[in-house]
Every structure is written in C-alpha cells, then in structure tokens.
C-alpha cells in the first residue's frame, strides 16, 4: 500500500487533505510541528489506525528521516503543505519565510534522497506571479514576486523540479489563491472574526476594500489535488486551481460577514488599494490547464465565501 506522508497536516488545508486521503483508504504519515496547525483539526483522523502523528520541525533535516523510519521498503507519496502562511510575518522578517517556507522545502528532499518517493505533490500559491495583468496562465513569465513569501515558494518549485530530475518522482505544483472553510488558521475571514470577537461595534477592514480577488473553497481545491492524483501524467506538472468567476471585492465579504455572522457590526474601511505591503491587489487565474484533467469547481468566490462564513460561525458556536 502507498504510504501518503503529509507535511503540515494539523494546519487548516493540511487536516482537510488528510482526511480525504483516509477516507480514500490511504496509509497516512502526518507531520507538523504545530506551530500554527492544532491537533483538534485532526480530530477524525487520529481515530483511524491507518493515520500517524508525529510532531516534528520538518526543516530539521535529521529529526525528519529519523521520524519517517518505518517508510523503509514501502512505496510513498509526499504531500508538502508545511510553510509559513502568515505573509505579513515575512514582510516584517524575511527570515520567517526562508525557514519555514524553503527549509521546509529543501528537508523534504532528503525524504526523496532516503525513501522511494512516486509523487512528490507541492502547495505553492499564486503569489510567486506578482501582479500581473489580465488572466494568469502557467506559462507566463517572467515571475517576480512582491512577498518573501511568494519568492520563497517559487525558490521552492524550483529546488523541487531540479531535484526531481534524479529520480522516477513525478512531481505536481500547485498554485492556488485564497482558500476558505471549516479549520482556517488566517486569511481575510478568520481574520474578521478574530476582530468582530474583540471588537464586536466596529469591523476595521485593512484596505479601502477594493481589493480584488479569487477566493476557493477547500473542499474544492482538496478535490482538485485528487484529480490531479489521478489524472496527470507529466513528469512536472504545473497547475492553477482557483474558480471560474473572475473574482470578489473585499467590501462584498464584508458585507457577507456582517449580514451572516455579525448584523450589528459597523464596516470601518482604510484609505490604501491594498490590505499590506505584499499584497497583490488583483489578480486572476486561467484554471483551464487542470479543467482539462476533468476537474470544475462548482462555487464562484461569493458562493465559496459565504459557505465559508456559514462553516466558521457554526464552528465558533455564534
Ligand atoms: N490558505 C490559503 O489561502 C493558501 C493559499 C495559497 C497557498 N497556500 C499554501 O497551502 C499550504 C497550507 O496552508 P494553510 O492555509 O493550511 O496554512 P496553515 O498555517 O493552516 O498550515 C500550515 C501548517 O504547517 C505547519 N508548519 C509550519 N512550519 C512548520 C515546520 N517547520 N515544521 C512542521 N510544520 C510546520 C503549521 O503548524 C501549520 O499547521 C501552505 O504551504 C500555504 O503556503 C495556502
């Protein structure tokens, strides 16, 4: 049976794959160091005994190979979804991103170096494209990110794709924008509640809420990780995931907030087109490369977020 070892399982996108992976019949190793994930995501998962938990830096090279001992013999497949997802964090220090975001990259390569890895599945983000105008295809270039965060993803693509060339691993990117649901650790929703929960009179929203964006739902893009699974057959295979529609302003969640989570609430905006510095204001995704491995989402970015705001407020019992 292929073992599907799981980097940053307890985080929000990490706990969603691995329960799709048991329920798929998988053998699961999952690791994280829990520095932002929480074991309560995992909650299902460590119920099943086909599912493993160990609690690791996976940047610490040797701390990696010594847990994963018992992938000796058997055939595996690497998910790596560990990294930094608090992009601010990296714009106040740069070095939040160098560690977590390329040493856990690079650690992962002493798994393929060690163990006989089939797929090596990579979560890049679609901040390595910068901004850039109209409709963004795999192809385009050249990539300059504003994000140490979106420049370490790319440097990680790119140690991946050279490392691969060693072995019979197929590797698969994935660049994805926004994602929204159930487990969420950061991003715009998680934000507001956090806020409406210390503030609940006035909700200041970073930027004018202008900022434009695509926004998925996790289970979709867990679906789209699947489909790609199955489904391609390249050696590197690069692929957006996001939805069809082109996009959704910040000032449209707030209001789906407010009307679903919080009617007393007063919208307070800023005065900048961004929420930070690194943020990309507007961008949007050409997903026709993986619609073409039969993979559709079914939410636009409205419908994504207002389950997603249904999800959370039910999980924070509001
Ligand atoms: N959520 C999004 O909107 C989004 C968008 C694009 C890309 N991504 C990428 O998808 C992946 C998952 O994101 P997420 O939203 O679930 O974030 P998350 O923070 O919830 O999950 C990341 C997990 O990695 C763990 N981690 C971080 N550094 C680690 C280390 N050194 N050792 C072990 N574990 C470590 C954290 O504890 C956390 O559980 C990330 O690689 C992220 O960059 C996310």
Redesign the pocket.
């Known amino acids: 049976m292929t073992v599907s070892v799981v980097?940053?399982?307890?985080?929000?996108?990490?706990s969603h794959l691995v329960d799709r992976l048991l329920g798929l019949g998988h053998r699961v190793v999952g690791?994280?160091?829990?520095?932002?994930?929480?074991m309560k995501n995992l909650s299902q998962a460590v119920k099943c005994d086909r599912f493993r938990f160990l609690k690791?830096?996976?940047?610490n090279q040797s701390e990696l190979i010594a847990g994963l001992d018992e992938l000796r013999g058997a055939a595996v497949e690497v998910w790596?979804?560990?990294?930094?997802?608090?992009i601010q964090a990296g714009v106040a220090d740069p070095s939040v991103d160098l560690?977590?975001?390329f040493?856990?990259s690079f650690a992962v390569l002493r798994i393929l170096d060690r163990f006989e890895v089939k797929r090596l599945f990579f979560?890049?983000?679609?901040?390595v494209y910068g901004p850039q105008p109209g409709k963004i295809k795999e192809s385009i270039g050249p990539l300059l990110p504003i994000s140490a965060?979106g420049a370490m993803?790319l440097a990680s693509e790119a140690v991946f794709s050279a490392h691969v060339e060693k072995y019979p691993t197929q590797l698969s990117i994935f660049r994805?924008?926004?994602?929204?649901g159930s487990?969420?650790?950061?991003?715009i929703l998680f934000d507001f509640f956090n806020r409406a929960a210390s503030n609940p009179k006035t909700l200041e929203v970073l930027g004018n809420g202008t900022q434009q964006k695509q926004y998925l739902h996790v289970s979709e893009l867990i679906d789209a990780m699947i489909c790609v699974r199955s489904a391609c057959q390249e050696k590197r295979g690069l692929y957006n995931i996001g939805p069809l529609d082109t996009s959704t302003t910040v000032r449209a969640i707030a209001a789906a907030f407010k009307e679903i989570a919080h009617p007393e609430i007063e919208l307070k905006f800023g005065q900048s087109d961004r929420g930070w510095v690194g943020d990309v204001p507007r961008f949007e995704l050409d997903v026709s490369k993986i619609c073409d491995l039969g993979w559709r989402p079914h939410f636009n970015s409205n419908e994504a977020i207002f389950r997603a705001i249904e999800e959370l407020k039910q999980e924070r019992n509001l």
Do not use: C, M
């Not at 690791?56 to 940047?59: E, I, K, N, P």
């Not at 790596?80 to 608090?86: I, K, M, V």
């Not at 979560?123 to 901040?127: G, R, V």
């Not at 994805?176 to 929204?180: I, L, T």
């Open positions: 980097t940053g399982a307890a985080g929000f996108i990490g690791l994280d160091d829990l520095s932002l994930g929480q690791t830096d996976v940047g790596h979804l560990a990294a930094n997802s608090d560690e977590r975001t040493l856990t979560s890049s983000t679609s901040a965060y993803k994805f924008p926004n994602v929204v487990r969420s650790t950061h991003g």
